[in-house]
């Protein structure tokens, strides 16, 4: 069972580089999440998208752009990257249900990138 | 002030010790998660809550949902239960998305 899968596992980058994270589920989940995870700090979500085709900004989506490009993938891009962008990130997917928190989140292994 | 904190941030134990992981919200909540991760980083859920009471193997977890306040509890603890522990909320009602603690590291020592 893979789960969630994210790639690649580690990137470094300089300023101003792009890139894309990618994201990918078989749980046949709606729900698809991208976490920033930094030191002393809890995760914090950049985005999420609640379906196929819909997404949304969270907490800190400055410097992100995503794309749900069906319902098994979900993309992370930055544009213009930045030392302050260096981070762990997660992808984690969920099916809600009718109350939109009875199910837990499946996390990905994390995407640890360093940007110079 | 964060919405979710938990206590202690850092705790070392002997195997076998009781160990209790807090964690206090600031607002209603509709769910509670509690998450493991360890070393190698992967996050696992262990547990969601409503209301009550959960145990799994030597893990229990139970909520409080008038004093906004969740407790984790590992019975007999054993070195492979070192890994950071991430209690998780979904804060108001309705929000699917999750308000997160700085998490909690556990070690224990054989």
């Known amino acids: 069972n893979a789960g969630v899968t994210q790639t690649p596992k580690f990137q470094v980058l300089k300023t101003g580089q792009s890139m894309t994270l990618q994201c990918a589920q078989d749980?046949?989940?709606?729900?698809m999440y991208w976490y920033r995870q930094d030191p002393g700090m809890g995760l914090r979500l950049i985005y999420y998208?609640?379906?196929?085709?819909?997404?949304d900004k969270g907490e800190v989506p400055n410097g992100y752009n995503v794309s749900r490009l069906n319902k098994r993938e979900f993309s992370l891009r930055l544009e213009s990257a930045a030392p302050s962008q260096t981070s762990v990130y997660f992808c984690?997917?969920?099916?809600?249900?009718?109350?939109?928190?009875?199910?837990?989140?499946?996390f990905g292994d994390g995407t640890r990138l360093s940007i110079l | 002030k964060n919405e979710v904190e938990q206590s202690p941030q850092n705790l070392t134990a002997q195997e076998g010790e009781f160990i209790t992981i807090n964690c206090s919200y600031s607002?209603?909540?509709?769910?509670l998660h509690w998450l493991q991760q360890h070393p190698g980083g992967g996050i696992v859920s262990l547990f969601m809550?409503?209301?009550g009471k959960k145990k799994h193997g030597r893990l229990i977890a139970t909520i409080n949902i008038q004093e906004k306040h969740s407790s984790l509890h590992i019975t007999a603890s054993h070195p492979r239960d070192s890994a950071v522990y991430i209690c998780?909320?979904?804060?108001?009602?309705?929000?699917?998305?999750?308000?997160f603690g700085t998490g909690t590291r556990l070690t224990i020592i054989p």
């Open positions: 749980m046949n989940h709606n729900s």
């Open positions: 809550l409503s209301s």
């Open positions: 607002v209603g909540i509709s769910a």
């Open positions: 998208s609640a379906s196929e085709g819909t997404t």
């Open positions: 984690a997917s969920s099916d809600p249900g009718a109350r939109r928190v009875d199910q837990p989140q499946h």
């Open positions: 998780a909320a979904h804060l108001n009602f309705g929000n699917e998305k999750l308000t």
